[in-house]
């Protein structure tokens, strides 16, 4: 599912909709789709600073779209999103811990185990 990113240009609050990249051997600013994981050179911006973006002198911008379109939630992601929900809430039944263990505390998922003496 999609996460809701924010711009990455200070005091912006408005969600991303494109991200940015570098080409420095190749002195050019590539504005693409918002991509589907963070990467940490990278910058997501929003339909505005998308649009307004321009770049140093001697840099050339490869905008990969012409306009960025804010999406929200797809049918399917929030298909995924209700299932997942609904898997959560499923009672699973409790597994008993192997002979000659005793359990001693529990943490979420994970249980603690000592053997029996």
Partial sequence: MRSVRQCSRTACQRAAVATLTYVYADST?????????AEPHSYDLCAEHAERLTAPR??????LTPQFIPTGPSPDDLSA????VR???RVRP????EQGSVET????????LRAED
Wanted: glycine share 12%.
């Fill in 29 to 37: 600013a590539v504005l693409g789709p918002l991509a589907q994981l």
């Fill in 58 to 63: 001697g840099w050339e911008v490869v905008r």
């Fill in 81 to 84: 999103l209700a299932e997942a």
């Fill in 87 to 89: 898997e959560a809430g």
């Fill in 94 to 97: 409790s597994v008993q811990p």
């Fill in 105 to 112: 505390s529990r943490r979420g998922h994970l249980r603690v």
